[in-house]
């Protein structure tokens, strides 16, 4: 079993920066995929960032040039976000995929709002 949790989510204004973090716990397999997604109110939850077990990273279109997803370490994967907009305003969570299995965090909201 796998657990994921996030932390770092808060109300930030227009072009400021968060760092979400997500910590993982349990059978942690060498092979996998972290993302980061995110859901907005009424909107369906979309992919934001990826990283790999090669550290291979891909964003969504979005997000390019203003999120950064980077391997702290073996257990933490951070999404740093930073130029904030108010259509970043979701509920993100942190994802990972081993062993044909896929893993939810309970996720954490970031709100962008002056």
């Known amino acids: 079993q796998v657990h994921l949790e996030e932390s770092g989510g808060g109300l930030v204004q227009p072009g400021g920066s968060l760092r979400l973090s997500c910590v993982v716990s349990?059978?942690?397999?060498?092979?996998?995929?972290m993302n980061w997604y995110r859901q907005a109110p009424g909107k369906q939850r979309e992919l934001v960032a990826t990283?790999?077990?090669?550290?291979?990273t891909n964003y969504a279109d979005s997000v390019k040039g203003r999120f950064t997803i980077i391997r702290d370490n073996a257990k933490t994967t951070s999404l740093q976000m930073n130029g904030l907009k108010p259509e970043d305003t979701a509920v993100y969570y942190c994802?990972?995929?081993?062993?044909?299995?896929?893993?939810w965090g309970q996720g954490t909201q970031v709100t962008v709002s002056s």
């Open positions: 994802n990972r995929l081993q062993n044909g299995l896929t893993y």
């Open positions: 349990g059978d942690i397999a060498t092979i996998h995929i």
């Open positions: 990283i790999d077990h090669n550290r291979t």
